[in-house]
């Protein structure tokens, strides 16, 4: 496995880490929990991505209790939460980044997760209704009370990761550190363009989410949805649509041909692509199977072959088919 | 129920809410409490006030004892509380800010009320013998401990709170969010024509206080004190002359025919152009009779019929009778 | 009791206090330390002074038992300490200021004093083997972790006490509010002249030290040192020769005269000549007999009967014999 | 013993202390540990220095147990340790500064001494893949949290300790005060010319190792590699070419000759030489055997007779074999 710096900060994560969107809570048991676990500590994965609205609190309290039997020194994985669609409908406790709930949220995060502090805990998106100083005193707080030591955004603007920046320079706060964004072939503009500045500006790292477009760039919604896919889950009308366009599909049937001559999967190729963007800190794969934690790991290697030429020419293939 | 944010800051407090000046410890026992509380909250108010003065502590431990026997998520609700007057007519105990008092006040409230922290920490009023500094560091304090989210200021002038803003900023501490002040159709200066400018520059956000002028809105002093009213409790003496000003019951007399074209009452209609003020945050209520919250929340209502040409003409009835 | 604000802080003194230096732990038992703690709370006195170093520790360990069985509101009195002297003859456990010492040296009082924070915290002598901002971060931090609530310096030049403000207000640390000088009619210049500008431009409050020139101001040594006295303890044989000035003792003996205009002992004129100066916060005075204190009380009578011109007079009578 | 100011700082060190680098957990066992610091003590030694990777934590754990059974009062002592190599070599847990491994790593160290904090705590080496301002933050919230007193550098250049001091001066942080160099006859340029703006400019203190040149300043080498010698213990092969460099030992042959006018061993001169220099604190010294803390003790004698003549003399002989 390689590690990279999480953007400017001095923290190492695996350029593939495990992600428990959708997984825990819902698919995956409390037993396949810990063996997804392991199987990608085995592999060098060091970053464990986490939610508080993941399963409703549920995958949380999976990933904690897997970590309790798997009694690894704390100091060797890496742990994230993210706060801000709540887990109840009611004011100060969901869609927001408020002091109240914030401060409320972290507490009942670690007692789920069963652990003293976490890593890294994300601003799971922006909050219009709240000022980012409110929010950037009550992330630098948990870092200061010792619940976390990082502290990020997901799915902000860069004018907001900016402004977020600048308050806690202004007032000696600990600054954010990380953002995860989607990103992948299809999902590209945030990343390349609207964050450029921040890299360099800032350090910013990003622990990327979606690199396989929902599934829709392993090539399995080829030939419409298969039988039980995620697309086929409760709730998730809104991917099936998506992973059936016909034009993305084509995309994806071209990729099929690079990849087979790199032979390796379709998948394969798109973490690849993303491995080759060095601002990418380390892309979240997920892990309903064991066996896809090892899969996902050889991108590591058909990174390597991924000479500019090539990257130009898959970049041709997706052409303009992507935001 | 709406809900309004407080000020510029992210929290969310229901338009409505519920105050304990007088109630608590007084005319209302135990068990009224807690009943009214539940019954607030089953209308959508999520904001209990408080102070530690109101019935010398006893406010405070019954609303106390009542939150725990109700036993809500603690996010769930917003609870206050306020230090100035002391329950002790000694030095450092009474009229002061000072770090010593302060201090010393917030671990009793906390202790009285049961709680780990309150929502919102008010100075109760200026203190000329304290510097600010010295206040917003104690205040600012809280909140670092733990002790509080946010705080606050009552009838403070403008001048005051902006250099409180001003200090807080320059040393980088948190800063105050909102005030409470008195609001109502006859005491209007300080909300709408003093602390103009803050509103905008500082984001202040408004807690009122008196909204049916200690009942003189009602209209039920129109015809002297009746009897079992607050006015003929001992010790409000200067509330009966206030009550019985027959120029002012004359204005509610006019005030009474726009309730009725309404089909309200007086009080609701008095609610209800307090809440066609956008800076106002949330209107603090009494609530001797749980039927009284469920009469007071209806002004929601009312506030959506009130149009400008209406708020012009109840606002020319009440003329210059206002401070 | 009159009270008086500690400098430009919030803190309400009695304009005289109690001291425990040579006192508690030596000539004053146990039985004794706790009535005059209490007769001097029942004359309103709400300040009571100590310091690490009196009595080698055993006068904090005394006040401390004494205000355990007196179990008065912690709110309702000031108890101070102080560093630098220290209790060992080693490096970095005496004539310091250094951080290891005062973070070492606070919890040992406080443990002594049995108290969970002092109100005042003094740096007892300037250390210039410290630097003023290492000094300044300690006291602070004492503040910041709950163990005192303001600090101060003694016997500070008026430029120490100044780069302490200035480097506690650049680095936004709890700044020094108070100071400990000596001050009675032999002994001014320090607190009339050196310290005039900073008055105004910090704040400074004044806890004043030998009001009565160790005894010489009470006239009692006019005839030679009389059997019992301080100037006889073991030790203090650099207090016989100050005492026994003819040229002061001459001095003293006409303030005699106007004392008995004044109906008062020579004491209480040398007290009241203090109050008359409002930079001075509060008088610390010793207590060897429960008797003292009330006769001290009396200046506070003595100083609204001193007009200006009667203050010229008594200032006329000193001449030049004062440093 | 005579000692010193850390730098700038008001902490006084002994002028020679005492190091456990290779030492505890190899060499000496618990006994021996215990008796080599009673008698570094008893010759007025006051600082005792550590770090994590010394023995793979064994030195720590030695010296814990060997400081509880002496049980002497914390504030008479100094203890150090230092974090960079780590004791696993995993990312995040070796050859890092990162804000994960710091915070991890001071609370196993703690344990490992059994103590509530330590005096001194180091960056064992500089880290490139960290940045300055995340270190800088994490030693000086080690210090916030109470677990260490003041902190420091080894081996880091010039620009990066002034780095680190900027920016604690500008984020209001803990400053560094300290830096452990590498400094004996052979090995002076970093200390005599690149710090050399360091000591007025920001008062940085030395607490230097190896003064003996890893024995070669012995003058046992000068016929080769002795039987039980460091030289000989397994993983210091690299030691042993340094050690045997006929150049310098031809140079320690010649200093044998002024050692012997002085009446001194060259080990004695050699120390003697160091503590001329002001800009040193402390020389941390071995102590494998306790005869040999006494016989180092010698050396601040000597150095009362190294005039500066008899300096010139010295470094003539050394002449350009150092670096």
Known sequence: ???????????????????????????????????????????????????????GGKSEQIMGEALKEL??????????????????????????????????????SLKRLQLDYVDLVFCHRPDPNTPVEETVWAMSDMITRGKALYWGTSEWSADEIRAAYEIAERHHLHKPVMEQPQYNLFHRKRVEQEY????????????????????????????????????????????????????????????????????????QLALAWILTNPNVSTIITGASRVEQIAENMKAQDIAAQITPELKEKIEAIVGDAYQ
């Open 71 to 108: 009694n690894w020194p704390r100091v060797s994985y890496i742990v994230s939460t993210k706060f801000f669609w709540g887990l109840n409908e009611a004011p100060n406790q969901y869609h927001t980044l408020n002091r109240k709930y914030l401060l409320n949220a972290i507490d009942h």
């Open 1 to 55: 496995m390689n590690y990279r710096r999480l953007g400017r900060s001095g923290l190492q994560v695996s350029e593939l880490s495990i992600g428990s969107w959708v997984t825990y809570g819902n698919q995956v048991d409390r037993r396949a929990a810990r063996e997804s676990l392991a199987a990608a500590r085995d592999a060098g994965v060091n970053f464990f991505d986490n939610a508080e609205v993941y399963a």
């Open 196 to 267: 450029r500045r921040l890299y360099e500006d800032i350090g910013l790292g990003l622990t990327t989410w979606s690199p396989l477009a929902s599934g829709l760039l392993t090539g399995k919604y080829r030939n419409g949805v298969p039988a039980g896919s995620r697309a086929e889950l409760q709730g998730y009308d809104w991917l099936r649509k998506e992973l059936t366009d016909s034009g993305k599909n084509s995309v994806v049937g071209k990729l099929g041909e690079v990849a087979d001559e790199l032979g390796c999967t379709i998948g």
